[in-house]
């Protein structure tokens, strides 16, 4: 059990470079939300609901992460700053690394249909910060899901998902392999350029645009006289 709690603590150390140490791990709000987790989902299976129900509201109270008692949680989890909400019928599988301000949301629990409500988190999947996948939905192996990404449909296998409704963009398997990118979110290609930097591209294709019909006016005739459509040219003194 040792051994494998020490393997935890690496596995948090591998994708975040903030740690000097396993020590600062242990202080790490994330890593007491999932042990509170452990025990609340062990009185829940066992149906003590009412103390399963205490120990998450003690965990979100001094973590500020709340995740249902009934949520499956697999390997090495690491939810990081916090401020997230896992729902109950959430599956999330090993090694998932979860960012801040983060919703496992279900679908919407007043219709009264019974079951799975809350999305499928696969091995190796990483949530940006402040996304939000919604739906009984499943997150492939090795996908991203982009920082403020909302996501209500199925994420193929190793794809990103950016924007708002998230699209898809599928990434290389040798480009996974090489880093841990954090927050879900490449700096570069697939995703798109910066606001800023999209603009500046637009106004030089419209400024473009504008030269090239001008050029094309003044080899036909005067600026503004039309060439098409019967209407005769204004003539020339």
Same mark, same amino acid.
């Given at each position: 059990m040792f051994s494998s709690f020490i393997a935890y603590l690496d596995s948090i150390r591998a994708r975040d470079p903030a740690p000097r140490s396993r020590w600062e791990i242990l202080l790490y709000p994330g890593l007491h939300a999932v042990g509170f987790h452990r025990v609340a989902h062990w009185l829940f299976v066992r149906r003590m609901f009412f103390l399963a129900r205490l120990v998450n509201h003690l965990a979100r109270f001094f973590t500020g992460i709340d995740i249902h008692p009934g949520a499956t949680i697999g390997r090495h989890l690491f939810i990081d700053h916090g401020f997230t909400v896992i729902g109950e019928t959430a599956e999330i599988g090993n090694n998932v690394t979860i960012y801040q301000c983060v919703t496992l949301g279900g679908t919407n629990p007043a219709n009264g249909v019974?079951?799975?409500?809350?999305?499928?988190?696969?091995?190796? /999947?990483?949530?940006?910060?402040? /996304?939000?996948?919604?739906?009984?939905?499943?997150?492939?192996?090795? /996908?991203?899901?982009? /920082?403020?990404?909302?996501?209500?449909?199925?994420?193929?296998?190793?794809a990103t998902m950016v924007g708002l409704k998230a699209?898809?963009?599928?990434?290389?398997?040798?480009?996974?392999?090489?880093?841990?990118?954090?927050?879900?979110?490449?700096?570069?290609?697939?995703?798109?350029?910066s606001g800023g930097t999209r603009v500046d591209e637009l106004e030089a294709e419209v400024a473009l645009l504008k030269a090239q019909v001008a050029a094309l006016l003044e080899r036909q005739g005067e600026p503004g006289t039309p060439v098409r459509g019967g209407t005769q040219r204004r003539s020339r003194s």
């Amino acid at each position: 059990m040792f051994s494998s709690f020490i393997a935890y603590l690496d596995s948090i150390r591998a994708r975040d470079p903030a740690p000097r140490s396993r020590w600062e791990i242990l202080l790490y709000p994330g890593l007491h939300a999932v042990g509170f987790h452990r025990v609340a989902h062990w009185l829940f299976v066992r149906r003590m609901f009412f103390l399963a129900r205490l120990v998450n509201h003690l965990a979100r109270f001094f973590t500020g992460i709340d995740i249902h008692p009934g949520a499956t949680i697999g390997r090495h989890l690491f939810i990081d700053h916090g401020f997230t909400v896992i729902g109950e019928t959430a599956e999330i599988g090993n090694n998932v690394t979860i960012y801040q301000c983060v919703t496992l949301g279900g679908t919407n629990p007043a219709n009264g249909v019974p079951g799975k409500r809350h999305p499928t988190l696969s091995d190796n /999947a990483i949530i940006g910060s402040g /996304a939000q996948i919604l739906g009984p939905i499943t997150v492939g192996p090795r /996908a991203r899901v982009g /920082a403020n990404a909302v996501v209500t449909e199925d994420v193929p296998e190793g794809a990103t998902m950016v924007g708002l409704k998230a699209r898809s963009t599928l990434v290389p398997v040798e480009t996974w392999l090489k880093d841990f990118i954090p927050y879900g979110t490449p700096c570069k290609e697939p995703c798109e350029p910066s606001g800023g930097t999209r603009v500046d591209e637009l106004e030089a294709e419209v400024a473009l645009l504008k030269a090239q019909v001008a050029a094309l006016l003044e080899r036909q005739g005067e600026p503004g006289t039309p060439v098409r459509g019967g209407t005769q040219r204004r003539s020339r003194s």
